[in-house]
């Protein structure tokens, strides 16, 4: 049987997916041409009809520098978030996508940055984010904050957490297993959604930042 607070984030992904697709129909601007339906189909890749404008909100990097998202302008970036203490869910989602960039072409995967998200601030500083992003030496990079200005991102990008109730010793945060896209003038543009296709991820974003580019 699966744990209340797994059920409850995999409910959460699932309504605040909806939201974010309805509310991104109020916007005028198309996204860049691209087929939907297949990348949604062969990739797992949700790419939301309308782009989604993502709100400024001042974070810390995992080099102790002041960071705020207007910062993720100028690139490509995939968000998600997570934890360094994470049994699973946050070292197979990083080992996926050190596979997923080591397949794109350098020039297109230099657009592109992936970025980890703390859901367990108390024990993220940004020294052990950077510690624990070496690990898998492909560049990632990571960010904490306060917990009310980290839970207003991971409302914005519709990527759910629930934050612990404890905060010492050993303990576990529920969260999305979701990954969000976001184009290089700063919105939300979908979701890479889990179980992760990575057969079919790279040529999907290879399509994607191609496209952008034309």
Same mark, same amino acid.
């Given at each position: 049987?699966?744990?209340?607070?797994?059920?409850?984030?995999?409910?959460?992904?699932?309504?605040?997916?909806?939201?974010?697709?309805?509310?991104?129909?109020?916007?005028?601007?198309?996204?860049?041409?691209?087929?939907?339906?297949?990348?949604?189909?062969?990739?797992?890749?949700?790419?939301?009809?309308?782009?989604?404008?993502?709100?400024?909100?001042?974070?810390?990097?995992?080099?102790?520098?002041?960071?705020?998202?207007?910062?993720?302008?100028?690139?490509?970036?995939?968000?998600?978030?997570?934890?360094?203490?994470?049994?699973?869910?946050?070292?197979?989602?990083?080992?996926?996508?050190?596979?997923?960039?080591?397949?794109?072409?350098?020039?297109?995967?230099?657009?592109?940055?992936?970025?980890?998200?703390?859901?367990?601030?108390?024990?993220?500083?940004?020294?052990?984010?950077? %510690?624990?992003?070496?690990?898998? &030496? =492909?560049? /990632?990079?990571?960010?904490?904050?306060?917990? $009310?200005?980290? #839970?207003? @991102?991971?409302?914005?990008?519709?990527?759910?957490?629930?934050?612990?109730?404890?905060?010492?010793?050993?303990?576990?945060?529920?969260?999305?297993?979701?990954?969000?896209?976001?184009?290089?003038?700063? %919105?939300?543009?979908?979701?890479? &959604? =889990?179980? /992760?296709?990575?057969?079919?991820?790279?040529? $999907?974003?290879? #399509?994607? @930042?191609?496209?952008?580019?034309?």
């Amino acid at each position: 049987m699966e744990p209340p607070q797994t059920n409850m984030i995999a409910m959460l992904d699932s309504l605040l997916l909806r939201c974010l697709l309805i509310s991104a129909l109020a916007f005028t601007a198309p996204a860049f041409a691209l087929d939907r339906n297949a990348l949604l189909d062969d990739a797992n890749l949700l790419l939301l009809p309308r782009e989604r404008a993502v709100p400024s909100i001042e974070l810390i990097d995992q080099d102790g520098q002041a960071f705020v998202t207007d910062a993720l302008r100028g690139r490509w970036h995939i968000l998600f978030f997570g934890f360094t203490a994470c049994p699973d869910i946050c070292p197979t989602t990083l080992s996926d996508m050190r596979r997923v960039f080591a397949q794109l072409p350098a020039q297109l995967r230099d657009q592109l940055q992936l970025v980890m998200v703390t859901a367990d601030p108390a024990r993220d500083t940004p020294e052990q984010l950077k %510690t624990y992003l070496s690990y898998y &030496r =492909a560049g /990632f990079t990571g960010l904490t904050g306060e917990m $009310a200005q980290l #839970q207003r @991102l991971s409302k914005a990008l519709g990527l759910p957490f629930v934050p612990a109730s404890q905060t010492d010793g050993s303990y576990n945060v529920a969260h999305s297993g979701n990954l969000a896209l976001i184009g290089p003038d700063g %919105t939300l543009r979908g979701h890479i &959604r =889990a179980p /992760f296709k990575l057969d079919a991820l790279p040529d $999907a974003l290879k #399509q994607i @930042l191609t496209a952008s580019s034309d």
